[in-house]
């Protein structure tokens, strides 16, 4: 079985309270989680959020949404995401983080259907321009298998590594594989007419939420359920 964990917390270094901060009138991460549950290949939806007391305030965002929250350690990641999947008996990872406003349906599923043609498990990304895939940051996913989390928990992490589990797989600075012996790592092309690897929709500063908030006042109420080409031919009549 796969699920779709979504990562999310309160305390946040660069911009605290961020899952909090409105896009067209609900919180940021209740806008993400709308945009999930439209991604068809899922079987299960899991926001995965510290359990700490000021984490509550997501939870309780959530009450009367059809999602499922799982309660995990704040720092460490590649725990909260291992246990998360334990739990509900998950073989297959979907990985989204929830600084990312505008997830993309249809590359999500883009993404899980590539994953489903391999018959051993990997890591797979089309959340960012890897190995020169030409998407723009923030609309796809990462996917592969529990086992790698398995061999991660048995391994001693820095912290780095335990607060971000992609960069176990892949060195996003050197843009080759970790090891392949371990894990191979793949992707695949954006579509032409999205191709805009120049484009980052990642809300980490108070600069790129305005951004993103921007675009939310002039895409959401026009249109629900907007997408990325949308929100490209947006960005540029308006950034000229």
Not at 55 to 74: C, H, L, M, T, V
Not at 156 to 171: A, G, I, R
């Amino acid at each position: 079985m796969n699920a779709l964990i979504i990562q999310a917390r309160i305390g946040s270094k660069r911009l605290k309270n961020k899952m909090l901060l409105p896009l067209a009138g609900k919180p940021m991460i209740f806008r993400i989680i709308e945009r999930l549950k439209r991604v068809k290949k899922v079987k299960k939806l899991i926001l995965a959020i510290p359990n700490t007391k000021e984490d509550n305030r997501i939870a309780n965002i959530f009450k009367n949404e059809n999602i499922i929250i799982f309660r995990g350690s704040e720092n460490n990641l590649v725990e909260r995401y291992y246990l998360a999947a334990k739990k509900y008996k998950i073989k297959t990872i979907i990985r989204f983080p929830g600084d990312n406003c505008l997830p993309e349906p249809k590359e999500i599923d883009r993404l899980i259907k590539f994953y489903e043609k391999f018959k051993k498990p990997f890591f797979a990304s089309n959340l960012s321009n890897i190995m020169h895939n030409g998407y723009p940051d923030g609309i796809g996913a990462e996917i592969f298998g529990l086992n790698f989390l398995e061999d991660l928990m048995s391994k001693k992490l820095n912290k780095s590594q335990k607060e971000h589990p992609h960069t176990n797989f892949f060195d996003y600075n050197k843009n080759k594989p970790i090891n392949e012996k371990w894990c191979k790592v793949r992707t695949f092309k954006c579509p032409k007419k999205i191709k805009r690897p120049d484009i980052k929709l990642d809300v980490n500063t108070l600069n790129e939420y305005n951004y993103m908030a921007n675009i939310y006042k002039n895409l959401y109420h026009k249109d629900a359920k907007f997408n990325i080409s949308k929100t490209i031919d947006f960005l540029d009549k308006n950034e000229k």
